[in-house]
């Protein structure tokens, strides 16, 4: 597809790679445009910290704080925990914001997933449960794969965590016959037509990383595997349905929602992700610097 200088986003325009700060660019983005939003944030790495009066903040009473777990406000359960872990201060700080911007992305029936490791997870999901509230949480999913050497200290971690929560959970989408299914642990206990049609996948999904010498590596460091893209955006969007990653890398999640026959917008500040993006897309995205 023809390069464009506008950065614009329209529902019938192309999908779009967007090389920005995910802060500065969606903003840009209308409210509820997307059905899913898969986001992997980086962990630990320099951040840029926003005001968070440059992001619109969903309220639940007239003093623009919300109710969140267990009737504690908002602020007070932010404040709280700021105090003991400057980790997760400057977590919160960065993540935060850009997790609001997603909400009010999301259309009524979207879905975020939010894949972290498991040194994260439970303060993300305190602050997911702040942002979405605790009734919008669906699953957290855990990613297990084998790899790499194993600690004699402990039990090795072997896991990714993805948190998913609905904009509404009296309306959302999720179509379970569009997920691929997995073969039964003894198929020898069900009746053949069950073990030929396979099993429907639980919240723990063995899938391997992307290996280092096959078809679907990149070479982008953090790349994720396309089969647990796939089945996300299968489960949790309709073809035609426009997918946003704003922490895109090398764009997996622009990658399985193009084989899918979704829309995509996939947006990174690293120039050497939206490079290897542009490989990647390029037939079938627009490549944007705003
Ligand atoms: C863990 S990687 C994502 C990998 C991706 N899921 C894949 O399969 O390739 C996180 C990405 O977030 C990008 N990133 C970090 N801060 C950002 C920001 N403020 N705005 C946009 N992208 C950002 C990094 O450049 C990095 O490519």
Redesign the pocket.
């Known amino acids: 597809m023809e390069p464009t200088r506008s950065a614009a986003w329209t529902p019938t325009g192309p999908n779009l790679v967007v090389h920005?700060?995910?802060?500065d660019y969606l903003p840009s983005l209308p409210d509820g445009a997307f059905t899913l939003i898969?986001v992997?944030?980086?962990f630990n790495?320099g951040?840029?910290q926003l005001r968070q009066s440059t992001t619109s903040v969903r309220v639940a009473d007239g003093e623009g704080d919300r109710v969140g777990f267990k009737g504690v406000s908002y602020s007070t359960l932010r404040g709280a925990l700021r105090s003991y872990d400057d980790a997760f201060d400057d977590y919160w700080g960065?993540l935060e914001p850009?997790l609001r911007e997603a909400w009010r992305l999301l259309a009524d029936d979207g879905t975020l997933y939010v894949?972290l490791d498991y040194r994260e997870v439970h303060y993300a999901k305190v602050m997911l449960d702040t942002i979405f509230g605790r009734e919008s949480f669906l699953n957290e999913i855990v990613w297990a794969y084998d790899f790499g050497g194993r600690s004699k200290n402990r039990w090795p971690a072997k896991h990714d965590n993805i948190l998913v929560y609905v904009k509404n959970p009296a309306a959302y989408h999720f179509d379970a016959a569009e997920v691929d299914r997995e073969p039964y642990m003894a198929p020898g206990l069900v009746t053949p037509e069950k073990a030929a049609l396979g099993k429907l996948p639980t919240d723990v999904w063995w899938h391997t990383i992307v290996s280092p010498t096959g078809r679907e590596k990149?070479g982008?460091p953090?790349?994720?595997p396309l089969g647990v893209?796939r089945r996300i955006i299968s489960a949790s969007s309709r073809p035609g349905d426009w997918v946003l990653?704003?922490?895109?890398?090398?764009?997996?999640?622009g990658a399985a929602a193009s084989q899918l026959g979704r829309r995509f917008v996939c947006?990174?500040?690293?120039e050497e992700?939206v490079h290897v993006m542009g490989e990647r897309l390029g037939e079938h995205a627009a490549v944007v610097r705003p």
């Not at 920005?20 to 802060?23: C, G, T």
């Open positions: 920005a700060d995910n802060a898969y992997d944030p980086p790495t951040r840029r960065f850009r894949h990149t982008y953090t790349q994720k893209l990653d704003f922490f895109a890398g090398s764009g997996t999640a947006v990174d500040a690293n992700a």
